[in-house]
């Protein structure tokens, strides 16, 4: 098997697997969505523990955390991933999947328009016309839902702002949320500790096999993670990006079509909207690669 083929089913299988969390967590249930998030923190941080000792992270480890800027970074990364899981787990199991993966259609849009307002980037038009419907869509789904799309909202800005900090630490997939959980686990643990000293800790009340999935919460947050970074490294970013909203478009299938939640004419005319703007948004960013990849080849060839 070629590399980049193998890059390609490794990303199919990182975005299938997050396509697929909807029907993880509700498995975790009747433990509380603040309870899991904190399991999934606390099992997380010892996974990936685990994971830079056994591929030989730990230098690079010790590298971030040297770095006080660095780890000022990944301290803003923790709390906006912190943020991104607690909402998504309400929101997968409170029956807002479809609402939960309008987050994840809009996020490129989210990203785009917080380089503009924190990097001081500038929109194509195109951009702006994307980001435009976008915004239309959200005031009709608005109207649909009688407020606001709260929870699509929060994960679009909050995954927005864990990717820009990201960006901006550059640092590796691994090591970095070895770091982040390993910041967010103290609170997490005195929150945990909390339930079991009050006696309302969901954990072995419910059996081993509840007991058991909500420890391979940080399992099923690793796996998802390594198989991207190694697709990362192996396929070009255009279809990586591309590869990005087969997570949505399973989870809204999920919504739809397994949780059957209810998806009204003015939603589905909203969600529309939404997938007109990623249309524009994609094809824009297809050509613009294409004239930057032509007016470079023209360039060396002149030199």
């Known amino acids: 098997m070629s590399?980049?083929?193998?890059g390609l089913l490794l990303g199919l299988a990182a975005y299938v697997m997050w396509g697929g969390f909807p029907l993880y967590f509700p498995l975790l249930e009747p433990a509380g969505a603040v309870e899991v998030l904190a399991h999934r923190i606390l099992w997380s941080a010892l996974t990936m523990g685990v994971l830079v000792v056994l591929l030989g992270r730990v230098p690079h480890l010790r590298a971030l955390l040297r770095s006080p800027r660095t780890?000022?970074?990944?301290?803003?990364?923790?709390?906006?991933?912190?943020?991104?899981?607690g909402t998504y787990i309400y929101g997968v199991t409170n029956d807002r999947v479809v609402e939960s993966s309008l987050g994840y259609f809009i996020n490129p849009l989210v990203t785009v328009l917080l380089g503009v307002l924190v990097l001081g980037e500038r929109l194509r038009p195109a951009q702006w016309a994307a980001v435009g419907v976008a915004a239309t869509a959200v005031v009709v789904l608005t109207l649909d839902y009688g407020h606001p799309p709260y929870v699509a909202l929060v994960l679009a800005f909050s995954f927005a702002a864990y990717g820009l900090t990201k960006k901006t630490a550059n640092v590796g997939a691994v090591e970095s949320l070895a770091v982040e959980?390993?910041?967010v686990a103290p609170l997490a643990a005195v929150y945990v500790a909390v339930l079991v000293a009050t006696g309302a800790s969901g954990f072995g009340q419910h059996g081993w096999g509840h007991a058991l999935l909500l420890v391979s919460s940080g399992i099923v947050t690793a796996i998802p993670l390594i198989a991207f970074g190694a697709a990362a490294t192996r396929i070009p970013l255009v279809t990586l990006g591309l590869l990005q909203y087969l997570t949505p478009v399973l989870q809204f299938a999920l919504g739809v079509l397994w949780f059957h939640e209810e998806m009204p004419p003015a939603r589905w005319a909203g969600f529309a909207l939404v997938w007109v703007a990623l249309v524009i948004f994609t094809l824009e960013a297809n050509n613009h690669r294409r004239r930057q990849l032509r007016l470079l080849a023209t360039t060396s060839t002149a030199a």
Do not use: C, E, G, P
């Open 71 to 85: 780890m000022l970074l990944l301290t803003a990364a923790a709390i906006t991933i912190s943020v991104n899981w």
């Open 3 to 6: 590399d980049a083929r193998r």
């Open 181 to 183: 959980t390993a910041v």
